[in-house]
């Protein structure tokens, strides 16, 4: 009798675990589960969990589970950097005099503080990256002086030293999604490559390259000329722990490509580009150029300022940077964070832990959280899909919720979401973050549904080894559902 009580009871457990198991897959319409095991990605993870305007939740098929969430976590880093920076806080760069002006000549050294400003390139200023060094330049010019006989000195004590989060990808540190994180960055720490394949088949196609084919950077040109309506193969890799960049790319005739590629040393090659900058126009510079990241030695006395540079807002940074995906905004913001709140050197270590802790307010298990970055480049950073979802609901009542929103890009318009969903009834309804890294696809945020309500969505494939194409025609099919449905 015992036994048959305990043979009982084990099966009641059983039971009650698989229909646990069951309760929380069959929350999945089964239109889902048919679009998703009908794919050629269903033996990827996949994970759908959708909430009502309230948090109800409407959809759940793997919700609890940890994953990859690519740049779906951007949504919650700029999350905290508008807690804790504000939308209206900017960043202040500052043009330092240490001499004095003989006629002609300025006698001393310029130093420039970097204050963690990601935007000194083009997006903000009429697409020219060089727009803060023509401002300087017209103030020696508005003096008159045509000399500068001193050092360059590039101050970027205001973040450590270590150029880039943990996990990181090798292969990836070439490109401009994975420059360098330096307090005085200009151009987002890449330059710009333009390859023309205008020569003979067998040929090497000719390159130059933003600033001014700078020689800040090599190019070992081992490109090659291929025949009309062949396929283009990118080739780019530049020497870790130098700035000689490697093509060996296959271009048809008459193709055009350009490739913004990552630099090292940023706050140098800032300087550096000042420097050849003011040659140009007739300003020489003869002393030598020089960096310094001292943070605790830094002091501005017996300092004159030449001029302050004020960046746009955090809030507008924060719009570009979702909207664009942009990796490198991410990173300097929250190392910007990190010094703001600490008063020490910003690091990415610091950063993540504001992160975190604004993540354990709006409701994510942290103790589940693993973060190696703030963009979600680096594979090794998961979450709970469940945790994204409602984070969507939660930060509704922030008074800085309006400023995401309007970063968010809108299915079929703008962003990284202005090539998808055009000829779908999701066309101008969703409004979200995509990501991408290898294995990975994900998107995160507001439908607008076709009976007016708005539902938050998170859908995310991990795993998948089909075309990436394939798995955002399951995405699209999945919010037509939604959108048919809610």
């Known amino acids: 009798m015992k036994f048959k009580n305990a043979v009982l009871l084990i099966f009641c457990v059983l039971l009650s675990v698989l229909s646990a198991r069951g309760a929380v897959y069959a929350q999945v319409s089964s239109q889902i589960e048919y679009i998703i095991d009908r794919s050629q990605a269903n033996n990827a993870f996949w994970v759908v969990q959708v909430r009502d305007s309230s948090g109800n939740v409407l959809e759940d098929l793997n919700g609890d589970k940890l994953i990859r969430p690519a740049s779906n976590l951007k949504l919650v880093s700029s999350g905290a950097f508008l807690e804790n920076l504000g939308p209206d806080y900017t960043f202040q760069t500052v043009l330092y005099g240490r001499g004095y ?3 002609d000549r300025w006698r001393g050294d310029l130093i420039i503080k970097g204050a963690g400003d990601p935007s000194i390139n083009g997006e903000f200023y009429n697409d020219d ?4 060094f023509e401002k300087w330049y017209q103030v020696f010019d508005s003096l008159g002086i045509t000399h500068i006989d001193g050092n360059l000195v590039a ?4 973040f450590d030293d270590v150029p880039y989060p943990k996990g990181w990808e090798w292969d990836d540190l070439s490109y401009y999604y994975a420059p360098e994180i330096n307090a005085l960055s200009f151009n987002s720490n890449v330059v710009n490559l333009e390859v023309r394949a205008d020569g003979e088949i067998g040929s ?16 070992i040109n081992e490109q090659v000329v291929t025949p009309s309506g062949t396929r283009f193969n990118e080739s780019y890799r530049r020497i870790l722990g130098t700035n000689t960049i490697i093509l060996r790319s296959t271009l048809p005739r008459g193709y055009y490509e350009t490739e913004p590629l990552s630099i090292m040393a940023p706050s140098l090659y800032f300087i550096d580009t000042f420097a050849r900058f003011l040659n140009d126009a007739g300003i020489r510079v003869s002393g030598q150029l020089l960096v310094d990241n001292d943070y605790y030695s830094w002091s501005d006395e017996g300092l004159s300022v030449l001029d302050i540079h004020t960046s746009e807002s955090v809030g507008r940074m924060v719009q570009w940077l979702n909207r664009e995906s942009d990796n490198f905004y991410t990173e300097m913001l929250s190392k910007t964070m990190a010094a703001e709140r600490f008063g020490v050197q910003g690091s990415t270590d610091l950063g993540l832990k504001v992160i975190k802790d604004f993540m354990h307010t709006t409701g994510f298990d942290t103790l ?9 480049m680096a594979p090794a950073t998961l979450v709970k899909a469940s945790d ?9 009542d922030k008074p800085w919720f309006d400023v995401l929103f309007e970063s968010l890009s809108i299915g079929g318009m703008n962003g990284t979401l202005g090539h ?3 000829n779908s009834s999701v066309n101008g309804n969703f409004y979200g973050k995509t990501g991408f890294v290898s294995g990975v696809r994900s998107l995160t945020g507001y439908l607008r549904t076709k009976s007016g309500n708005r539902i938050a969505v998170t859908i995310v494939t991990n795993n998948y ?4 194409a394939h798995v955002d025609w399951v995405h699209e099919r999945v919010l037509d559902y939604l959108y048919n449905s809610y």
């Open 101 to 103: 002006q003989d006629g």
């Open 129 to 132: 990256p060089l727009f803060l």
């Open 155 to 158: 101050f970027d004590g205001m």
């Open 204 to 219: 090497t196609p000719s390159i130059q390259w933003f600033p001014f084919n700078t020689p800040y950077v090599e190019f």
């Open 368 to 376: 589940s959280v693993s973060m190696r970055d703030a963009s979600g």
């Open 388 to 396: 994204m979802n409602r984070y969507l609901i939660t930060i509704q």
């Open 420 to 422: 998808r969903f055009r």
């Open 465 to 468: 080894t089909v075309r990436t």
